[in-house]
């Protein structure tokens, strides 16, 4: 009954986003609520609420300071030489660009962080875009592409997860993918380049482009704010900031807090303008908190109500015994869907370790299971459920239903490329040849 509520409950929610029938906000916060007290979970309502907000705040703050912060340097002008750089290096061909935004975002994701690789990469290419007139749900679906394969890194967000989960080493794990990432890799440029291609036709080459105003771009007239004799230590400043969240020197709240304490006393000393520019950048950040605090109580209800490990659990009871042995597969074929329904750490964490329990029995190893559970990350980038997601849509300024309309089609063969270049690479199997055992998942699926 638990899975049924937890599969209608997201079907609804999905369903009513898509069709614009209601926004991200309402859907995230009322549809959950209605459908515990539906369901019985009526008292228990505030606790499992605040338990998803307090998980999902470190998030929220990372992206108030983070965008506070790169907000900060965009005013100051840090960006613009990049700009033009990059301008001058694609030209006016949209094919080029496109190539351009991927190969920077692949680049970009490996500090781990999708909120850092939105900021910079939408930063440097939106003003490009938009002056050559190509779709920027282009430059949004390339990035989720690029950040949801690359964070696959052993520092990323999944990876240790699911180390954790199944008690595997995280080399143990990634090592195996690498191959199969490099290859999935040369497809995100393949794709970019398609695209790029078709908006190329579309547009013709732009043989000189106007100047705009605006967001990060190149600008012929001042706004009075640029601050180009601290260009070097705001670059210095800014490259410490990345760092330092890729080492972990801090936690990365505090490494934007800090950040941005820095950026504000530099360049804008006087504390009439810090505050005006705060203020300004206010409405860039308020609509992307909301949304992750509204995330929060979805996930928060999902997981306090049993329904996501219910779901997992009948995912695995469905599945006949006859297609026990080719489970890796089969895990690597779901890991999109269902990583497109809930958070990481509700999948990895209550379903993979079920999961990983029942291959056992069948000769699949914890490891190649770990493995196969990563490779729907290119989904999982577009789901509503990822604070990031909100992120590029607010900077690209486009709404999340038409994001997903467009990029979730070609993120499905993103990942059935990802989940081929595994196969055939030898990472994960497609039928097991080990002997059956029992997994050590136990104590996770006993709790």
């Known amino acids: ?21 209601a926004s991200a906000v309402v859907a995230l916060i009322a549809v959950p609520i209605v459908f515990a007290l539906v369901s019985g979970f009526g008292a228990d309502l505030g606790g499992m609420i605040m338990k998803g907000v307090l998980a999902l705040a470190p998030t929220a703050v990372v992206l108030l300071f983070a965008v506070l912060y790169f907000g900060i340097m965009i005013d100051a002008g840090l960006f613009d030489p990049m700009v033009r750089a990059v301008v001058r290096a694609v030209g006016s061909d949209p094919r080029r660009v496109t190539v351009g935004s991927a190969l920077v975002a ?3 994701s490996l500090d781990g962080d999708g909120a850092t690789t939105a900021l910079v990469t939408v930063t440097a290419f939106l003003p490009i875009y938009r002056r050559l007139g190509i779709n920027p749900l282009i430059l949004g679906l390339l990035l989720g592409a690029a950040n949801g394969l690359i964070n696959i890194v052993p520092w990323g967000g999944p990876t240790p997860r699911v180390a954790a989960a199944l008690r595997v080493d995280v080399n ?3 090592l195996p993918l690498l191959l199969a990432i490099l290859i999935s890799a040369t497809g995100v440029l393949a794709l970019a380049w398609y695209l790029g291609a078709k908006e190329r036709r579309r547009l013709g080459a732009v043989a000189e482009l106007a100047p705009i105003e605006g ?22 400043i800014t490259l410490a900031v990345l760092a330092a969240a890729v080492a972990h020197i801090l936690p990365l709240p505090v490494v934007f807090m800090i950040g941005l304490v820095i950026a504000l ?5 006087q504390v009439g303008i810090q505050r005006i ?6 409405a860039n950040v308020l609509p992307i908190i909301l949304l992750v605090f509204a995330a929060a109580v979805f996930t928060g209800i999902l997981d306090g109500t049993g329904m996501v490990k219910a779901m997992g659990a009948s995912f695995v009871g469905v599945v006949p015994p006859s297609m026990g042995r080719h489970l890796a597969v089969i895990t690597a074929v779901a890991s999109g869907p269902l990583t497109f329904v809930m958070s990481n750490d509700a999948y990895y964490f209550g379903i993979v370790p079920v999961i990983a329990e029942a291959a056992a029995h069948y000769g699949v190893s914890a490891a190649e299971i770990g493995r196969a559970c990563l490779l729907g990350q290119n989904l999982h980038a577009l789901s509503p459920l990822v604070a990031a997601v909100y992120l590029v849509v607010g900077l690209l300024d486009v ?6 309309r467009f990029a979730l089609k070609w993120a499905a063969a993103l990942a059935a490329l990802l989940v081929l270049s595994a196969v055939v690479t030898g990472a994960i199997p497609f039928t097991a040849s080990g002997h059956p055992q029992h997994s050590n998942q136990g104590s996770f699926i006993e709790h």
């Open 399 to 404: 709404e999340i239903g038409a994001m997903q």
């Open 106 to 108: 692949l680049l970009v």
């Open 172 to 174: 143990d794990i990634f």
């Open 277 to 282: 520019r705060i203020a300004a950048h206010g």
């Open 215 to 236: 967001f990060g771009g190149v600008r012929d007239e001042g706004t009075g704010l640029e601050r180009p004799q601290f260009f070097w230590l705001n670059l210095i």
């Open 265 to 269: 006393a530099l360049n804008y000393p």
């Open 1 to 21: 009954m638990l899975a049924g509520l937890g599969y209608g409950m997201v079907a609804v929610f999905m369903t009513l986003i898509m069709t614009k029938r």
